[in-house]
């Protein structure tokens, strides 16, 4: 069990370093029209002076980091910010790679890799988590997705079919603004004039912030 009250830490870190930027944050929130849009974001490395475990597991478990930075937000001074996210910039060097230098040792874990934007695709709902009905009892089913296809549910706990057929309840399932950009390794850093290049998955508020052309460094989970 850990000994760590990431809540207290996270507290801490809000109250000292960025009180400013939730008041400016909470004022824009009583006005969004997509709260869930709305960031704060702060440094890797005031995160480890508050809370050395909270930043390994930024870098080591990004969903967990996100999570207690999230809910720690969310119980702020009362503040009513619930639906906005924390997001952890400016990296450590050593987590931070020009595109095509990620190594397996990277491999689901938070990094930074830096490059030039070539390609970028519209703003797009996209699937989060389905509800799903079955065709046969009705049945519902909740399946989260990832970046691929849309995943169905392989049988029906209702009828307990595996061969039943399901419909997507599009309106009670859950979605985001989803976008792909394709970033490049920077022509000086190519060898053999051949330069590696990687597509970004942005979701929510990282949609719709970059342009062709941009350089840019791209925090997120590495997954090959």
């Known amino acids: ?6 809540e207290a830490e996270a507290h801490a870190l809000f109250e000292s370093r960025y009180a400013d930027a939730i008041d400016r944050l909470a004022a824009e929130y ?13 440094s890797y490395a005031d995160l480890e002076d508050a809370s050395d475990a909270l ?3 930024a870098l080591r478990n990004l969903e967990s980091a996100h999570e207690e ?3 720690a937000l969310a119980t702020y001074d009362e503040r009513p910010l619930g639906q906005a996210t924390v997001r952890v910039i400016e ?3 050593a987590a931070t790679h020009t595109v095509g230098e990620a190594r397996k040792g990277d491999i689901e874990r938070l990094i930074g890799l830096s490059g030039q934007v070539t390609k970028r695709t519209e703003v797009q709902p996209k699937l989060a988590v389905g509800v799903f009905e079955c065709y046969e009892c009705g049945t519902e089913a909740r399946l989260e997705q990832g970046f691929a296809k849309i995943r169905e549910p392989f049988i029906c706990h209702g009828c307990e079919k595996k061969t039943a057929q399901f419909k997507l309840c599009k309106g009670r399932s859950e979605w985001v603004d989803h ?7 920077p022509p000086e850093d190519a060898r053999g004039g051949q330069a590696a290049s990687i597509t970004v998955h942005l979701t929510e508020g990282l949609t719709d912030r970059i342009e062709s052309g941009d350089r840019v460094t791209v925090n997120g989970e590495w997954i090959p």
């Open 1 to 6: 069990m850990s000994g760590h009250d990431f």
């Open 30 to 42: 009583s006005e969004a029209l997509y709260p869930e849009h709305l960031q704060l974001r702060i």
């Open 55 to 57: 930043a390994k597991m």
């Open 69 to 71: 930075l999230a809910a």
């Open 91 to 93: 990296l450590p060097d």
């Open 179 to 185: 976008q792909l950009v394709q970033i490049q390794q």
